[in-house]
C-alpha cells in the first residue's frame, strides 16, 4: 500500500507497515512449499512402523494398547496430538494423561500413565447403549461409537468404569477414541502413537478367549494395579514396566473429592416415576372414592417422562430407544414406562369416568397400571446396578426408589378427601425407616484413612463435605413433610389441609435425595491428576 | 456427525488428516516457546493461513516430535483477548483504544520529557527471551544509540543469565559447548537441576534415543519424572549441590579420573581448585547435603569409569540460585578436569529456557555490546558503530544494570518510566508484591504484549498491541547454538504490529529512524547481525540467508564462510538427486545424503580444546559455598521450591493459558506439593485448601500429598501469580539471577467454608 502524498511521514510509516503486517507468504514460504510439494503424498510411516502390527488380528485377536511405563514420562503430547490430529472440539481429547504416586520416604515413586479408550473385550459402554450406537469392529475388536446412532443419553459414560466416552455439548452426543481406524487401515499409526516422543504407546495383537454366559475374555494380568477392577469390562489395554511399584501406589488423585453431574432431567424423572407408581399402587390398595389420587399419579408420570426427554442431547433420536433391549436396562425401562403410559392413561380415563368402564376390565387397567409401574422401577433400579458402582448397587438403589415410591403415595394419598387419616403415621414410619437407611452411608466416615477413598467413603465424605447442605436440606424436608407434619394430621392436631405442604416438602425431600443420589455416587476412573474440577462438576 | 471425523491423506508427507483441514500447502517454523527450537510442519489453506500444524519429521533437533506446547502452538494466536489497537490510560483510570499515532506520540512525548526533566537514566527496557533475534537486537540498538536509554535488561536475567556468566568466566565467550546429538552419545548423563522429561521433553526424547543405556544420574530435591527414570538419583537438599558438586571433584582426584594432559593443555587454576575441594571429604558433604555417603561415591564410582564419555546438564535448579554461577561453574570444572569436553557425548551443558535466550544473549545490547561484545573496550565500540553506521560516541562505556537493580532504580525514584516488552514483570518477577509498590512510583509504564490482560499490561499507562510466534518472521538461537527460522503464517489480529515494526515506528517517531534505515526489515537486519558476529565466537557470517537456514535444517554458530563451503546443505543437493528423492525418499542414497547432512548439522564447540579465552585456556573458578539466604524456621517450616508445573504451561500462562486442551493438562489453580508425613499431621488431604505463607505475603493452593518431595520441603508450579508472592528476592553475585528456588514458608489448612 502506499500512502498518499500528503500524509505525515510517520503515518504514511504506520500504514505501510501495516500493510506489511497483513501480508503472507513470503518468497521462503514459497520455497519451503515448493521443497515440500515434491515429497507430497510420501508419508514417511516408516518411524512408526514398529509401533503398529504388521498383519490385522488373526480370529480369538484384537488390537489393544500398550503402554511401556518406564518411557512415559508425562509429556502428554499423546493428548494433544490427539486433539490435533483428529480434528476435536476445543477442549475435546480422547486421550489422557495421569498420575500414580506411593512409597517410602527412602524411597519415594511417582509414574504418569497415558490412557485412552481400553477397546475393552465386553464393553460396559456397548453392553449399556439403548440404541446400539457401539459396535465392537469384528475383525480388529476396536471398539466404536457410532455418532449417527447417538441420542445423547450418555448412560455408556455412567456404565464405563474408566471414564472414556465424553459428552459432546456442541453435537449433543458421546465421542470417544476410535484408535485412530482411520489411519490403521491406511497403514499409519493412531495420532497418540505417532507423537510420543518416547515411543511409550503401541498398537498390539492380543488374544482373547471365550468365558462364562459367551462373553469375551481378555488376559488382564497386565492392566495397570491402580486402576478399577479389570473383570468388569476386560479392558485389553497393557501396561508393561520393570520398575517395581511399592504396594501402596495409588492414583493421585485418589483422595480428591469429585462430585458427580446432577443429570436434572433423571433426578426429576426419579422422582416423579416413584411418585405415579406410588399414587397408583396406593389407590388401588386404598380403593378411594375420589380419582385424585390417580390423577396425581398420572400427572407425575407424564411429567416425569417429559422431563426425562430433555435429559436427551438428540432427543428426535429417541424413537430407538427401545433398540438395545437385549442387554440395556435403559431400552427396557423405556419399554416398560413406554406400555405403563397408555396403560396409566387409560386407567386415569377409567378412574375420572370419561370411559365408562368397570368390573374386571377396571381392576384389570388398575392391576395391569401398578404393576408395569413396578416392573418399571425396577428397571429403573437395574439401570444404576449395572454400572456396578458401589453407592448404586442393589441393595442401596432398590430400597430408595420403592421407598421413594412408598413415601410418595402415601403422602399423595393422605391428601385425598376421603383418606384415612392413620395414613399419617405409616407415612412417618416409612419416612423414618428410610431415613435411617440412608443415614448408613454415612457409615465409612469411621474407617481409617489410607490416603485415598474408597467408593464408599468417597460418598460418605462427599455428603458430609461438598454436598452437606443437600444433605441436611434432604433431612429437615424428610422430618418436617414425612414425619412431623403427616403425624400431626393423623393425630388431629392439625387440619387435614396440612398434608398438601406435607406432600410438597416430601417431594422436596425425596427430589434432595435423588439429587444426591447422582451427586454423591462413587465414580470409577482411571489415574488422574489431582485436581477437584475434573472428573465431575464441582 | 460422523462425517465431522472423516480423514484424508494430508499430502505434502503428512499422513491422515481431519478432511476439513486438509491443506493446499505447508510450510515450516520454528516454535516459539522453549529453547528446544523445535521445528513444526505448519499446514497452511489456499489464502497462505495456519489451519493446523504437526511437528517437522526433517528437521535434526525434534525428529517429528513436538510437546503440547508446540502442537498447540497456533491456539494462543485466536485468543479473543489479544490487545488489537493501542490502549491508553485516560483521566478516568481506563485503558481506552487509541491509534498508533497518537500513542506513538504520547510515548516519545512522554519519555522525552521525563529525560529531559530528570536525565536520560530515567527511562528503561525490560524485555525478553521470546521475540526474534533481529528484534531483540534492533530493540537493544535502538533503546541504547537511538533513545539514549541506559537500562536495558530482559526476562533472561530470571532463566540464563548464570549460564551466560559461568560460560563468559570459564570459556572466555556464553558459548554452550553441546549439540543435542551428545545426549545420544554418552555413557552417562548427569543432570542437575533439570527435570527435561517435563521442561523439555523433546531433549528427553533423544535421550532416551541413547542406544547404550547409559547410566542417568540426577541431582534433584525432588523424585520428578527425570528422577523416576535416572539409575542414580542424588535429592540433596535444596541448594546444597554445590556442595555435593565438589565433593564429587575431590572424589574424582582421589580416583584418578583427572585428565593431566587436557588439564595442563587447556586449562588454568586446576592445582587451587584440587586444593580448594579437598576439605570436600564425603563424610562433610552427606552432612550438608542429606544423602548418604554410599550414593556420593557410587555417583562418584559411575562418572571416573574409565573410558566413560560423561555429559553434564543444568538447567534452572542451578541457573535460579543465591549461588547460581559458581554452582554451574562447579560442573564446568568437573568435565574440564575429566577432559570430558568437546567429544561426542560429553560436555559441561546449560539447558536454555526460552526460544531465544541464546539470540538474545548475543543481541539484547544489555550486559554485553550486540554481537558479544565489550562496552568497556574501545576498539570494540568502534567495531560495532562502524558495522551499525552510528558514531561510536553514542555507545556507553558500561554495562546496562541488572533487572534487580532496575527495579531498585525505581524504587529509588532514579528511573521514572519503564518500557516492558513481552514479558510479564507482575507475575514473574522475584517477590512480585514489590513490583506493584513500584508501579505507584512510575510516572509512566509502557507494555507491549500480544495481550492486554497480562499482570502487568493491565497496570500500563500505554498498551502497544504486539503480532505474535507465527505473526512474523525473524531467528530464534536454541539450546544447541542452531539457529532456526520462525514465520509468519497468520495475519495479526486488528492494528497488532511485529515487535520489529513497533521498533521502526518507535525510532521514526523519536526521530532517529534515519539511524536504523539499513534495518528495514527482519530479513535486513539478519545481514547486519552477520556482520557483528564475524570474527567472534559466534560467527555466523556462513549464513546467506534465510532461505540458507530453512534449507539446511537450521545451522548452529559458528557457522564461517568456509564452513559453509565445507557443509552441504539441501539446497545445494543435485537437481538429479532431489528428482530421485521426490520417487523414492527411503533410498539407500538419499537416506545416506540425509544422514550426512545430519551429521554436519550436529556441531560441538572445543574439539581442540582451545577455549575463547585470552590465553585459550578454561578457568577453574569456585568459591566456599554460602548458607541459605532464608533457611525454614519455626514460624515458617517449610522450604519452599518453584519450577515448571507440567509440561503443557509456558511460564506466566499468557499464551498457554489461552488452549483449553492445554488447561486440561494441568489443574488449572495453583498446588502446593508436601510429603505427607508433614501433610498428615497438619490434617492436609489431596485436593483440600491450604494456606501457604511467607514474610512477604501470603495465599491459598491446593494441596497435593505426595512422597516425591522431601519432608520439610514444598513445591509451588511458577506458572500462577500467586506463588511468586512468597518468593525471597536473594541474587546470586555475578548473574544477578534471582533464587527462586528456596524461601522458608508456612502451611496450614484452611477450614472448609
Not at chain 1, 455408556?156 to 458421546?174: A, H, T
Not at chain 2, 527450537?37 to 497462505?48: D, M, T, W
Not at chain 2, 535444596?238 to 572424589?251: I, N
Not at chain 2, 547481525?529 to 548452529?556: M, N, T, V
Request: hydrophobic share 45%; with cysteine.
Amino acid at each position: 500500500m502506499v500512502a498518499p502524498k500528503n500524509q505525515p511521514p510517520l503515518l504514511a510509516l504506520v500504514d505501510e507497515l501495516l500493510a506489511e503486517q497483513g501480508r503472507l507468504q513470503t518468497p521462503v514460504v514459497r520455497a519451503a512449499e515448493a521443497y515440500d510439494r515434491a515429497q507430497r503424498g510420501q508419508f514417511n510411516s516408516k518411524t512408526h512402523a514398529d509401533l503398529i502390527p504388521l498383519t490385522k488380528p488373526a480370529a480369538g485377536e484384537q488390537y489393544a494398547f500398550e503402554v511401556d511405563l518406564d518411557a512415559c514420562t508425562g509429556c502428554k503430547a499423546c493428548v494433544v496430538a490427539c486433539h490435533s490430529l483428529n480434528g476435536l472440539d476445543e477442549t475435546e481429547a480422547w486421550r489422557d494423561v495421569g498420575l500414580v504416586v506411593g512409597g517410602s520416604r527412602a524411597a519415594p515413586y511417582q509414574q504418569t500413565v497415558t490412557t485412552a479408550c481400553h477397546h475393552c473385550a465386553d464393553p460396559g459402554c456397548l453392553n449399556g447403549c439403548p440404541v446400539l450406537a457401539y459396535e465392537k469392529d469384528p475383525l480388529t475388536g476396536i471398539v466404536r461409537h457410532l455418532d449417527d446412532q447417538c441420542i445423547g443419553c450418555q448412560y455408556c459414560i455412567l456404565k464405563c468404569p474408566y471414564d472414556v466416552p465424553k459428552y459432546n455439548d456442541r453435537l449433543g452426543i458421546v465421542r470417544k477414541c476410535d484408535m485412530c481406524h482411520q489411519r490403521l487401515g491406511a497403514g499409519e499409526a493412531p495420532a497418540c502413537v505417532q507423537a510420543c516422543p518416547t515411543h511409550a504407546i503401541k498398537v498390539v495383537k492380543v488374544e482373547l478367549h471365550v468365558g462364562g454366559g459367551g462373553a469375551l475374555r481378555a488376559d488382564t494380568s497386565r492392566f495397570l494395579h491402580s486402576a478399577p477392577n479389570p473383570s468388569y469390562t476386560q479392558p485389553t489395554t497393557r501396561y508393561l514396566t520393570k520398575r517395581p511399584a511399592p504396594v501402596d501406589v495409588r492414583p493421585a488423585d485418589g483422595a480428591v473429592l469429585r462430585p458427580q453431574p446432577p443429570h436434572w432431567p433423571l433426578v426429576a424423572l426419579l422422582m416423579l416415576m416413584p411418585m405415579a407408581v406410588g399414587c397408583g399402587v396406593a389407590d388401588k390398595i386404598l380403593n378411594l372414592h375420589s380419582s385424585a389420587l390417580a390423577i396425581a399419579g398420572w400427572l407425575a408420570g407424564a411429567a416425569g417422562l417429559g422431563l426425562a426427554a430433555l435429559h436427551l442431547g438428540q432427543p428426535l433420536r429417541a424413537w430407538r430407544i427401545f433398540l438395545g433391549w437385549r442387554k440395556s436396562w435403559f431400552s427396557r425401562e423405556a419399554l416398560v414406562f413406554g406400555l405403563w403410559f397408555p396403560a396409566a392413561t387409560a386407567y386415569l380415563l377409567v378412574r375420572i369416568g370419561w370411559w365408562p368402564v368397570g368390573g374386571a376390565l377396571k381392576s384389570a387397567l388398575a392391576f395391569g397400571t401398578a404393576t408395569l409401574g413396578v416392573a418399571g422401577l425396577f428397571c429403573s433400579v437395574m439401570i444404576y446396578v449395572d454400572t456396578r458402582r458401589g453407592f448404586w448397587r442393589f441393595a442401596n438403589t432398590a430400597p430408595r426408589f420403592f421407598g421413594s415410591a412408598a413415601v410418595l403415595g402415601l403422602a399423595g394419598a393422605l391428601t385425598a378427601p376421603d383418606a384415612p387419616l392413620a395414613l399419617g403415621y405409616f407415612l412417618a414410619g416409612v419416612t423414618i425407616l428410610k431415613l435411617i437407611f440412608e443415614t448408613s452411608a454415612l457409615a465409612p466416615l469411621a474407617d481409617a484413612d489410607d490416603g485415598t477413598a474408597a467408593p464408599a467413603r468417597q460418598t460418605a465424605l462427599l455428603l458430609t463435605g461438598p454436598l452437606r447442605s443437600a444433605n441436611e436440606f434432604r433431612v429437615f424436608a424428610a422430618v418436617l413433610g414425612g414425619i412431623l407434619l403427616p403425624f400431626l394430621v393423623a393425630s388431629g392436631s392439625v387440619p387435614h389441609v396440612s398434608a398438601w405442604p406435607a406432600l410438597g416438602l416430601a417431594l422436596l425431600g425425596e427430589l434432595a435425595e435423588r439429587y444426591l443420589f447422582f451427586r454423591a455416587v462413587d465414580a470409577p476412573k482411571m489415574p488422574g491428576l489431582p485436581d477437584p474440577g475434573r472428573g465431575g462438576v464441582a | 456427525m460422523t462425517t465431522e471425523l472423516v480423514q484424508r491423506p494430508g499430502d505434502f508427507g503428512l499422513g491422515n488428516v481431519p478432511a476439513r483441514l486438509a491443506p493446499a500447502g505447508t510450510t515450516r517454523a520454528v516454535c516459539g516457546f522453549c529453547s528446544t527450537g523445535c521445528s513444526l510442519k505448519i499446514h497452511l489453506n489456499a489464502a497462505g493461513e495456519a489451519i493446523n500444524l504437526t511437528p517437522d519429521p526433517d528437521y535434526p533437533v525434534n525428529l517429528g516430535m513436538a510437546c503440547p506446547k508446540g502442537w498447540e502452538a497456533l491456539t494462543p494466536l485466536a485468543a479473543p483477548d489479544r490487545a488489537t489497537t493501542p490502549l491508553l490510560r485516560d483521566a478516568t483510570g481506563v485503558l481506552q483504544p487509541v491509534d498508533w499515532n497518537h500513542a506513538l506520540t504520547v510515548f516519545c512525548s512522554r519519555l522525552k520529557s521525563l529525560q529531559a526533566d530528570h536525565g536520560k537514566r530515567t527511562v528503561a527496557v525490560l524485555s525478553t527471551g521470546q521475540i526474534v533475534m533481529e528484534e531483540m537486537a534492533l530493540l537493544g540498538a535502538l533503546a541504547k544509540f537511538g533513545m539514549g536509554i541506559a537500562d536495558i535488561d530482559s526476562n533472561t536475567r530470571q532463566c540464563m543469565a548464570t549460564s551466560h556468566v559461568a560460560y563468559k568466566q570459564s570459556f572466555g565467550f556464553d558459548a554452550p559447548p553441546f549439540t543435542y546429538a551428545d545426549f545420544e552419545e554418552s555413557d552417562v548423563l548427569v543432570f542437575v537441576g533439570a527435570n527435561p522429561c517435563i521442561a523439555h521433553p523433546i531433549m528427553w526424547q533423544r535421550v532416551m534415543r541413547n542406544p547404550g543405556h547409559p547410566a542417568v544420574i540426577v541431582v534433584d530435591p525432588r523424585r520428578t519424572e527425570t528422577a523416576m527414570a535416572a539409575t542414580l538419583h542424588l535429592p540433596a537438599r535444596p541448594k546444597s549441590d554445590l556442595t555435593l558438586l565438589y565433593g564429587l571433584a575431590r572424589e574424582l582426584i582421589r580416583r584418578e579420573a583427572v585428565d593431566p594432559a587436557f588439564v595442563a593443555a587447556h586449562t588454568t587454576g586446576f592445582a587451587e581448585f584440587a586444593s580448594f575441594v579437598d576439605a570436600f571429604t564425603v563424610a562433610r558433604v552427606a552432612t550438608e547435603t542429606g544423602l548418604r555417603q554410599a550414593e556420593i561415591l557410587r555417583a562418584a564410582e559411575v562418572i571416573a569409569r574409565p573410558g566413560a564419555r560423561v555429559s553434564y546438564w543444568w538447567t534452572m535448579g542451578v541457573n535460579q540460585s543465591h549461588q547460581a554461577t559458581r554452582t554451574a561453574q562447579a560442573i564446568i570444572n568437573l568435565a574440564l578436569m575429566t577432559g570430558q569436553i568437546g567429544k561426542p557425548g560429553t560436555g559441561a551443558n546449560s539447558i536454555t529456557g526460552q526460544c531465544n535466550a541464546m539470540g538474545s544473549r548475543l543481541f539484547g545490547n544489555a550486559t554485553s555490546l550486540i554481537g558479544g561484545y565489550d562496552y568497556a573496550k574501545e576498539e570494540h565500540r568502534e567495531h560495532v558503530g562502524r558495522i551499525l553506521g552510528i558514531n561510536p560516541g553514542l555507545i556507553s562505556h558500561q554495562a546496562s544494570r541488572a533487572y534487580d537493580r532496575i527495579l531498585d532504580a525505581v524504587d529509588d525514584g532514579e528511573i521514572r518510566a519503564l518500557w516492558i516488552i513481552a514479558t510479564n514483570t507482575a507475575h514473574s518477577w522475584v517477590n512480585s508484591g514489590r513490583f506493584s509498590r513500584l508501579r505507584d512510583k512510575l510516572d509512566f509504564l509502557v507494555v507491549q504484549d500480544m495481550y492486554a490482560t497480562t499482570e502487568t499490561a493491565r497496570q500500563a499507562d500505554l498498551v502497544l498491541p504486539a503480532a505474535g510466534w507465527g505473526e512474523k518472521e525473524g531467528v530464534f538461537i536454541n539450546s544447541e547454538r542452531r539457529l532456526g527460522l520462525a514465520r509468519k503464517v497468520a495475519r495479526a489480529p486488528g492494528q497488532a504490529l511485529s515487535d520489529f515494526a513497533i521498533f521502526k515506528l518507535v525510532a521514526e517517531a523519536w526521530g532517529c529512524g534515519a539511524q536504523f534505515a539499513r534495518w528495514s526489515s527482519p530479513a535486513a537486519a539478519f545481514q547486519v547481525l552477520k556482520e557483528l558476529s564475524r570474527g567472534q565466537p559466534c560467527d555466523f557470517s556462513g549464513i546467506r540467508d534465510y532461505e540458507h537456514i530453512d534449507a539446511s535444517g537450521g545451522i548452529q554458530w559458528p557457522f564461517t564462510a568456509a564452513d559453509a563451503a565445507a557443509i552441504p546443505d539441501l539446497r545445494s543437493t543435485s537437481d538429479d538427486l532431489k528428482n530421485r528423492q521426490a520417487q523414492d525418499p527411503q533410498s539407500p542414497e538419499i537416506v545416506n545424503h540425509k544422514s550426512e547432512i545430519v551429521n554436519a548439522a550436529e556441531r560441538r564447540l572445543f574439539a581442540d580444546g582451545r577455549f575463547f579465552t585470552p590465553d585459550g585456556r578454561a578457568k577453574f573458578l569456585f568459591d566456599p559455598p554460602v548458607p541459605l539466604p532464608e533457611p525454614p524456621d519455626a514460624g515458617y517450616p517449610f522450604l519452599l521450591n518453584t519450577g515448571r508445573g507440567s509440561s503443557a504451561q509456558w511460564h506466566t500462562g499468557s499464551r498457554t493459558d489461552k488452549s483449553a486442551v492445554l488447561r486440561k493438562l494441568a489443574p488449572n489453580v495453583p498446588w502446593i506439593e508436601i510429603n505427607p508425613a508433614d501433610a498428615a499431621p497438619r490434617g492436609i488431604v489431596t485436593g483440600e485448601k491450604v494456606a501457604v505463607r511467607s514474610r512477604r505475603g501470603a495465599t491459598t493452593a491446593l494441596a497435593v500429598v505426595t512422597p516425591i518431595v522431601q519432608p520439610g520441603q514444598v513445591f509451588m508450579p511458577m506458572h500462577f501469580p500467586e506463588v511468586n508472592v512468597l518468593t525471597f528476592p536473594a541474587y546470586d553475585p555475578h548473574s544477578r539471577q534471582p533464587a527462586y528456588k528456596a524461601c522458608a514458608v508456612a502451611v496450614q489448612r484452611v477450614e472448609a467454608g
